[in-house]
């Protein structure tokens, strides 16, 4: 069997980061065995030169390699509250909380605590956060409806979609909908 290394990159959020990556490693003739969403994976070692190159080229386009296990472990969390708002509802059956610990094999309750302590903010604020960006978007492609917006995001109700979006942002989604300029983040920096 292969040994295989993998270096975890922050920022990496969707499919266009894994394009552009792939990209960067052609073009330093760095050959991987995978790209995916967060990490790089290779057969062999990258040597010091090669890691350097490898991180000035991401940094130039705001990714960053991460050294340290516990922020390669709040990026795995992000990842992981990523995927579960990609989830469809009807597939979505366990709370966060359980999808993140079963996924990293963590107890939630450590995962957690680091990443309160290195982001600032609760897992489940950063959640909502993703949620209501989503939703932003849902409401700017103006294809559905406010209600089909709810149960596509896992809201309970419209009402309990109205009062997160008010409570977040301080108007309702209509109001939003109505503006001129509306204010969306960029998926990587949710949170900060």
Not at 165 to 190: C, H, M, N
Request: net charge positive; proline share 1%; charged share 25%.
């Amino acid at each position: 069997m292969d040994i295989v290394y993998t270096l975890y990159v922050k920022n990496m959020v969707c499919q266009r980061c894994i394009l552009i990556v792939r990209n960067i490693l052609t073009t330093l003739d760095i050959s991987v065995s995978g790209v995916n969403l967060g990490r790089i994976t290779f057969l062999y070692e990258l040597d010091s030169t090669r890691k350097k190159q490898l991180a000035d080229s991401l940094q130039k386009i705001g990714l960053k390699i991460i050294e340290c296990r516990v922020n390669q472990l709040v990026e795995e969390v992000k990842q992981c509250v990523r995927d579960y708002l990609s989830l469809s509802t009807d597939s979505n059956q366990l709370k966060l909380s359980s999808f993140i610990s079963g996924k990293l094999a963590y107890e939630f309750g450590y995962l957690s605590d680091l990443f309160s302590k290195l982001e600032g903010i609760t897992v489940e604020r950063y959640f909502m956060l993703h949620r209501l960006e989503k939703v932003k978007e849902l409401l700017d492609y103006d294809q559905i409806s406010l209600s089909e917006i709810a149960f596509e995001v896992g809201f309970s109700s419209v009402h309990h979609l109205s009062a997160q979006f008010k409570k977040l942002t301080g108007i309702t989604p209509s109001q939003y909908k109505q503006l001129a300029v509306k204010e969306r983040k960029f998926l990587d920096l949710v949170g900060i």
